[in-house]
Nanobody, 122 residues
């Protein structure tokens, strides 16, 4: 497992942008699939975006495709989530996740960060 620490959340107006960062510990970051999930109050944790190990394929939830972009810097052990054209329904706690294999479900990931709050005001 790896330890993950997210940052970059905050309060933003509708249409605004934010960039989340997630720093991972360990020396094999490049071998891990990385993903972002989010959880709004009273709702299940849902998939947002994923990036396969060694910077391969990316996947996005339909609700964020075209507005969010996941990227990674293996030299800095960091994965990013650039969010644009934010909507009130994007309000949630955003979690970074890592796993040697990964996928698009929370059960596919063995390591999780503590989460960072994103609030989009209308």
């Amino acid at each position: 497992q790896v330890q993950l620490v997210e940052s970059g959340g905050g309060l933003v107006q509708t249409g605004g942008s934010l960039r989340l960062s997630c720093v991972a510990s360990g020396r094999t970051f490049g071998n891990y699939a990385m993903a972002w999930f989010r959880q709004a109050p009273g709702k299940d944790r849902e998939f947002v975006a994923a990036n396969r190990w060694l910077g391969g394929t990316t996947d996005y939830a339909v609700s964020v495709k075209g507005r969010f972009a996941i990227s990674r810097d293996n030299a800095k052990n960091t994965v990013y989530l650039q969010m644009k054209s934010l909507k009130p329904e994007d309000t949630a706690v955003y979690y970074c996740a890592a796993d040697p294999i990964g996928g698009t479900r929370p059960a596919n990931f063995g390591s999780w960060g503590q989460g960072t709050q994103v609030t989009v005001s209308s």
